[in-house]
């Protein structure tokens, strides 16, 4: 099947699932975790003017509109753009949202002094796409103003798992930065223990557990009775596997959290990447 991207994201957005992960609960966890690594790369103050591109449903941007920054948001998705609107609402908040994919975005020259994008960049399906995307990003830049990215952004050439996902190494996407005005500054690994252990655990402990959930099912059955053991096989897997998962999450999360305030933390394929658009 074709990737095409307005259908996808607004599916994607209606059963909240996280390309590589489609779990909630980790999805909360490290949205935790990117943003605390953007605020340290990013200073947030009252009157600044950011860009958001790719915003999904909204809640960085509000985030950052809570403490007096001026933000306008995009996205692909009129499903996001709807649910983030209800949000700016929700939390008295004056973000700008509007629906428009990264490449096609239209504002003035030099108009933002922040612009980033979490995780959009990859999904763009040419090449020729994502450099206008990126040249647009930095000519709504500000001159000596920072465009922050968090991408997939191995040292080393790396295969994507996911059909739509072009992964670039660092470098690649330092000179596709650099190529259209820009001086790269720094980049922060993202902290990632816990998806490891949890992809750890979805292929090796997965296997266990459907042994484990038939046996717990014959010890546990008391009375003669007609019941489908496929369905109650299922929910017992899905008890079982979820509140291994949470202890999981439980265990990595100081961990993760840690690792974001040590700099010379370099291990994970996903990185941000900070750029300051040239003079």
Known sequence: MSYEPEQYWNERYKTFRNVGHSDIDYYKYEESIRFKIFRRLIKVISGIKMLDVGCGNGI???????????????????????????????????????????????????????????TVLQHIPTQEKLEQAVFKMIKTTKKEGRICILEKA???????????????TKQEWIDLFNKHGTVFIK?????????????WYDRVIAFLLRKFARKILEESKQEKKEYSATNEEKSIKIKIYNLG????????????????????????????LLFRRRS
């Open 60 to 118: 960085w941007a509000i985030k950052n509109a809570k403490d007096k920054a001026e933000v306008t948001a995009v996205d692909i998705s009129e499903e996001c753009i709807k649910a983030a609107e209800e949000k700016n609402k929700v939390y008295d908040t004056t973000v700008q949202f509007k629906v428009s994919k990264a490449e096609d975005i239209d504002f003035p020259d030099e108009q933002f002094d922040i612009v980033y994008s979490i």
């Open 154 to 168: 191995p040292l080393e050439n790396t295969q994507s798992d996911v059909d739509h996902i072009t992964i670039r």
């Open 187 to 199: 980049e922060k690994a993202m902290p990632q223990v816990g998806y490891g252990l949890l992809r």
């Open 245 to 272: 998962k949470k202890i999981i999450l439980v265990f990595s999360w100081p961990i993760d959290h840690l690792l974001v305030y040590i700099p010379i933390y370099n291990k994970s394929v996903t990185r941000f």
